[in-house]
């Protein structure tokens, strides 16, 4: 599998229609987006997997849960710096080398876990370090080869890549464990990351666009200025409200769907998925909606705090309402909603970091994602611990919705889409 070469010279001599129909820049948005996808089923496939490994190994559910929670350890710890090594040697070296690494570790967990608990964990957590680098190694390729006025719609075209992956993933690995083993999805999905590597080093050239502002003389990254800015801690701060209300349904959709409704499993499955779908269109749309406001005249600043209460206060209304019904049919639909409204998320704070310093929006996606992770740990336990103690899911999803008010607050005081930063 081989894209076509990213090189202006290589565009000069193909034909002009041609490469008006196909830019050289989608190939990397694709691409990335590719990754992400992978990335997401890579993380995701032991949550299926868990249950038959369980049986096997004798774990206890505290255990269980261990092995579930550790890739965050490696993914939380390495993302700021994942972020600086991409706006020091290129995206395609990063992210290239980030999806050999969680490949091969995908690969290694079915051999890791025969030989021991804390070599699995080790395992886990080295798919998480590799896995942080790429949505920072893929907004530094953003940053290279997209022209300005498209970034918006790369980001929320790579980003939503996020939900397919989602919905893709644990039905896929539920039919592979159940016909071929627990340890299948593992090499499977470790081998396409392969491919995938094959293609972008074959298919994706260093460097940067001519449509592109030029690399900057000067290679040390302002992390002072970067960290005193307030647009970049509001960027930060709703990274962490926005990705809250993201990991609690990606966690917990199937069980709110199961224990309120109590459909089977497999209709939990199926239920859950189609709020994944929402996100996916929702979040294109929201980067074509942004882009063509802004090139219509709108001030960045208005359109980024635009999507941004759209995304965190749509979604806060829609899980509110979700209180309101005892309908499954009703209840996807709210679900829906919020999903697609947070999915604005990708047009406000995820493109923000190009508006106010285009040349590090790596390092600020590192460090925003950093916050952006915390949600995973601790909004999905919190979550859990609120059904115990309430019995229903009425207490978690009006935090979910607190959380987003308060961060679409914080983006209407302090965001900003001028250019602060060189």
């Given amino acids: 599998m081989s894209a076509a070469p990213l090189d202006p010279s290589a565009a000069a001599v193909s034909s002009v229609p041609i490469a008006r129909r196909w830019p050289a820049w989608y190939n990397v948005v694709l691409l990335c987006g590719a990754a992400v996808l992978i990335s997401y089923i890579d993380r995701t496939n032991i949550s299926v997997a868990a ?7 004798g774990w206890s559910e505290t255990t269980k849960g261990w092995v579930l929670s550790s890739f965050f350890i490696g993914y939380l710890a390495f993302m700021a710096a994942s972020g600086a090594l991409a706006n020091r040697f290129g995206g395609k070296i990063v992210l290239g080398a980030a999806v050999l690494w969680w490949s091969v570790f995908t690969m290694l967990t079915p051999p890791a876990a025969l030989i021991s608990l804390p070599v699995l964990i080790a395992a886990r957590i080295a798919l998480g370090l590799g896995e942080a680098a790429v949505f920072p190694a893929s907004v530094n390729m953003i940053g290279r080869w997209v022209p300005p006025a498209n970034r918006t719609r790369a980001v929320t075209a790579f980003s939503s890549m996020l939900s ?3 919905m893709i993933s ?3 690995t539920g039919w592979l464990v159940r ?10 999905f470790g081998a396409l990351g392969l491919v995938w590597a094959v293609g972008w080093f074959s298919g994706v050239r260093g460097g940067r666009s001519a449509d592109v502002e030029p690399a900057p003389t000067d290679r040390v990254i302002p992390w002072a200025r ?4 307030r647009a970049v801690w509001a960027i930060i701060i709703n990274h962490f409200c926005g990705n809250w209300a993201l990991y609690v349904m990606l966690a917990w959709l199937p069980s709110y769907f199961k224990t309120t409704f109590h459909v089977t499993l497999a209709n939990a499955g199926l239920l859950s998925a189609a709020p ?3 996100y996916f269109v929702m979040g294109n749309l929201s980067g074509w909606l942004a882009d063509t406001m802004i090139a219509s005249g709108k001030s960045v600043t208005f359109v980024r705090k635009t999507v941004e209460v759209i995304a965190l206060v749509g979604s806060a209304t829609f899980l509110l309402l979700l209180q309101t019904t005892s ?4 209840a996807v639909l709210l679900m829906c909603g919020a999903a697609g409204t947070l999915s604005f998320c990708l047009a406000g704070f995820a493109a923000n970091p190009f508006d106010i310093a285009p040349r590090h929006a790596d390092v600020i996606w590192g460090l925003s994602n950093t916050a952006g992770t915390l949600p995973g740990i601790f909004g999905v336990y919190i979550t859990g611990w609120l059904i115990d103690r309430t019995g229903s899911y009425n207490a978690p999803f009006f935090l979910t919705a607190a959380v987003g008010i308060i961060g679409a607050i914080v983006y209407l005081l302090f965001a900003s889409g001028v250019r602060e930063i060189e």
Avoid at 51 to 57: E, G, S, T, V
Avoid at 179 to 188: H, S, T, Y
Avoid at 327 to 330: I, K, L, M
Wanted: glycine share 6%; net charge positive.
């Fill in 276 to 278: 994944w779908a929402a």
């Fill in 327 to 330: 309908s499954p049919a009703v």
């Fill in 51 to 57: 249950i038959p490994m369980q049986a096997q190994f």
């Fill in 179 to 188: 016909d071929r083993g627990w340890p299948a999805p593992f090499f499977l």
């Fill in 226 to 229: 970067l960290l005193r800015s």
């Fill in 164 to 166: 397919v992956g989602t």
């Fill in 170 to 172: 644990l039905p896929i």
